[in-house]
């Protein structure tokens, strides 16, 4: 077999590259690494453009069966030589594997979903990966970007995703009103968690479809898009913290709201 022993291999450089945005913009492609990843890209028939090995990892027997299956269905395999491998890796103590995917389709209709969850300029990646793993498991929801989200395809974002990054489906929005106004007209009623409201869970009534809002960490939810939304609720808590973290917060709102599809 050949092995990579070169960091400026082109190849290289391209996986390399991967690790800006900009890049996997242009290249529509994005990097997920790990042993428990890469099997969820197989599991869910994610295009596999490049699947990397790092030389010393292949003696792992986890590792070797993944190595075997792509071997056997034509994916284009690089080996490297591991300080090749680690020059490419995001994590600290790799698995010695990862794998080059070609972006999903981006939703262009909503119409089909009942259950929709908005990112408000999320900036956080552990946040937005998790509420893309509540989304997936409260399901099956959309998941709304608009301008100001962190990447979704940032690594950081991939990994707190757990898998879910396969499942979900992205629409990619400039512009909140348009994208509200697209939402009314496709019968969904628009519920953003804030932190000021009268309202609460139990104020909701039962509805066809939902879209639930969850705001920037820092300053919450647009006014834009709460003077738009059908209802402003707020998580009621009995203890003395102030707020909650923004994924622990979108966990509750994905979980309750939910709950309320007719």
């Known amino acids: 077999m050949d092995i990579i022993k070169s960091r400026e291999n082109s190849k290289i450089k391209y996986i390399r590259s991967l690790g800006s945005k900009?890049?996997?913009?242009?290249?529509?492609?994005?990097?997920?690494?790990?042993?428990?990843f890469v099997n969820e890209a197989f599991i869910e028939g994610a295009h596999i453009i490049y699947l990397l090995f790092k030389e010393s990892a292949l003696n792992k027997q986890e590792v070797q069966k993944l190595y075997n299956l792509s071997s056997s269905i034509g994916t284009d395999i690089?080996?490297?030589?591991?300080?090749?491998?680690?020059?490419?890796?995001?994590?600290?103590?790799?698995?010695?594997?990862?794998?080059?995917?070609?972006?999903?389709?981006n939703l262009n209709k909503i119409d089909s979903y009942?259950?929709?969850?908005?990112?408000?300029?999320?900036?956080?990646?552990?946040?937005?990966?998790?509420?893309?793993?509540?989304?997936?498991?409260?399901?099956?929801?959309?998941?709304?970007l608009n301008k100001g989200c962190v990447d979704v395809y940032n690594p950081k974002v991939v990994r707190a995703s757990a898998g879910a990054i396969f499942r979900v489906p992205f629409m990619f929005v400039d512009s909140d009103s348009k994208t509200l106004d697209l939402l009314k007209v496709s019968g969904f009623?628009?519920?953003?968690?804030?932190?000021?409201?009268?309202?609460s869970f139990d104020d909701i009534e039962q509805s066809d479809?939902?879209?639930?809002?969850?705001?920037?960490?820092?300053n919450g939810v647009s006014r834009e898009i709460q003077n738009c939304s059908h209802m402003n609720i707020t998580i009621?808590?009995?203890?003395?913290?102030?707020?909650?973290?923004?994924?622990?917060?979108?966990?509750?709102?994905?979980y309750e709201i939910r709950k309320k599809l007719l």
């Open 22 to 36: 900009k890049s996997r913009d242009e290249e529509n492609a994005f990097i997920v690494e790990g042993i428990k």
């Open 209 to 218: 479809k939902i879209c639930v809002v969850i705001g920037n960490e820092g």
């Open 78 to 105: 690089l080996i490297c030589e591991d300080n090749v491998f680690d020059s490419v890796s995001d994590t600290i103590n790799s698995q010695g594997i990862m794998a080059v995917i070609q972006k999903g389709e």
């Open 236 to 254: 009621k808590m009995s203890g003395n913290a102030e707020s909650l973290n923004a994924s622990i917060a979108a966990g509750i709102s994905i």
């Open 114 to 144: 009942k259950f929709a969850v908005m990112c408000d300029k999320i900036q956080d990646p552990g946040n937005l990966g998790t509420i893309i793993r509540t989304a997936d498991a409260f399901g099956p929801a959309a998941v709304i």
């Open 189 to 199: 009623k628009i519920i953003s968690a804030v932190v000021d409201s009268e309202q």
